[in-house]
Structures are given as structure tokens and as C-alpha cells.
């Protein structure tokens, strides 16, 4: 079965501090890849998304992330975190297997202390 | 103003009773999804469905009954066969083109007592 896994389930960093967060899928075939956040209270939001092309992709608020197919691996970065990061973030993949729903990894906690 | 609303924020329930989860959405979406999220277990999919009249199981739909009549409306019902009800409950829609992504409702937070 397809899965996800998000290997930091909490990290904690001090502004300014740059962010890795890792995310690994077991699937063979094509995928789309995204990560979702989800601020203290708010709805969950797409931060970035990976359809095609350039393996590196940039969303919103200064994220990153880097596709690298022979590693299963769609990591999450941003060189420098400030406080309004705190927040719950998610990996996700959607593979031909399910339609069009995704499978989403567990999840990483981001506390940023000022 | 386009969105998922999900009503109501908060649901209490008594073990044992039905209890029936609204998802509405404005942005014409075809496809349509729930979602469980428990704390430490990320989002696992309940339901969806990709068009109207017609939907698929996800990967714990044990205990749970949906209907999509049309297309802005995907309702979900939490049964009394359930094990364990009490999570939020998240509703999304996304289109089915090549740029395909999923929009999320705020949530409904369910607890049985």
C-alpha cells in the first residue's frame, strides 16, 4: 500500500533557524506531490505543490521543497523561520491508484520560539 | 465569496446516535473528499467522490455513510457502528483538471459522549 512518512513528528527552532523537513513516499509509479500547513486554528492550506518539471518548486512564505525521484523524498525548506511558522505541516501524494484523493503523511510540528 | 463550508464547528453526540457531518462547496469542484484527523495520525480518507451520484471507499470507511446528490453538497454520517468517533472531520473539493488541487473546509470537531 502507498504511504507517507514524515520522520520529525515535532521541531523546535528559534527564529531565524533554517527548517528541513523530511518526507518520504513509497510509490513506483508517477506522482504529484504537496505540502499542506495548517496554522493554530486556521483551515489547512497548500504551501506548494510538484506536478512536473523543475524538481525544485516554491510556494508561499518562502518555502521550498525539492523533488528527488530516486530517493522517494519531496523535503520541505525555508533558510530562515520566523514565529508566524508555528504551525502543523503536512506532506501529501496523489498517485493514479485513488482517483484523484491524496495520502497524507502524519504530520510535523513546528514550534518557532521568538 | 467561494469556499467549503462545513457546519456545524462543533458537534456533541451520545454514543450510540447517528449524526450526519455538512459539506457544502461554491467553486464547482467535481471532486469531493473526507477526511478523519486524529492528533499524531495526519488525515486519513474516510470518503470521495469525483462526480455526482457516484463514490468510492477510502481507507476507513467502516462506520461511515456518505451520499453526494449534487455536485456543491457531500455529506457525512458517522453511524453507531463506529468504534471511535470522537476526531475532526475534514471536508475538501478540487477540480479533476491538470492542476488539480484540493481546498479544505475548516472542520467539524465531534465528540461522543
Known amino acids: 500500500a502507498q504511504s507517507v512518512s514524515q520522520h520529525n513528528h515535532h521541531v523546535i527552532l528559534s527564529e531565524a533557524a533554517s527548517l528541513e523537513l523530511g518526507c518520504n513516499y513509497s510509490y513506483g509509479g508517477t506522482v504529484n506531490l504537496f505540502w499542506y500547513v495548517q496554522y493554530p486554528g486556521q483551515h489547512l492550506q497548500l504551501l506548494l505543490k510538484y506536478f512536473s518539471g523543475d524538481p525544485l518548486v516554491k510556494g508561499i512564505k518562502g518555502f521550498e521543497a525539492e523533488f528527488i525521484k530516486s530517493k522517494f523524498s519531496f523535503n520541505l525548506r525555508k533558510p530562515s523561520v520566523q514565529w508566524s511558522d508555528t504551525a502543523e505541516y503536512f506532506c501529501?501524494?496523489?498517485?493514479?491508484?485513488?482517483?484523484?484523493?491524496?495520502?497524507f503523511g502524519k504530520g510535523t510540528t513546528l514550534s518557532v520560539s521568538s | 465569496d467561494g469556499g467549503i463550508t462545513q457546519s456545524p464547528k462543533y458537534l456533541f453526540r451520545k454514543e450510540g446516535q447517528n449524526v450526519t457531518l455538512s459539506c457544502e462547496q461554491n467553486?464547482?469542484?467535481?471532486?469531493m473528499y473526507w477526511y478523519r484527523q486524529d492528533p499524531g495520525q495526519g488525515l486519513r480518507l474516510i470518503y470521495y467522490?469525483?462526480?455526482?451520484?457516484?463514490?468510492q471507499k477510502g481507507d476507513i470507511a467502516e462506520g461511515y455513510s456518505v451520499s453526494r446528490e449534487k455536485k456543491e453538497s457531500f455529506p457525512l454520517t458517522v453511524t453507531s457502528a463506529q468504534k471511535n468517533p470522537t476526531a475532526f472531520y475534514l471536508c475538501a473539493s478540487s477540480d479533476r483538471g491538470p492542476t488539480y488541487t484540493q481546498y479544505f473546509g475548516p472542520g467539524t470537531r465531534l465528540t461522543v459522549l
Open positions: 467522490s469525483q462526480i455526482v451520484n457516484d463514490f
Open positions: 501529501a501524494v496523489k498517485t493514479n491508484q485513488a482517483g484523484t484523493a491524496l495520502i
Open positions: 467553486l464547482n469542484h467535481d471532486a
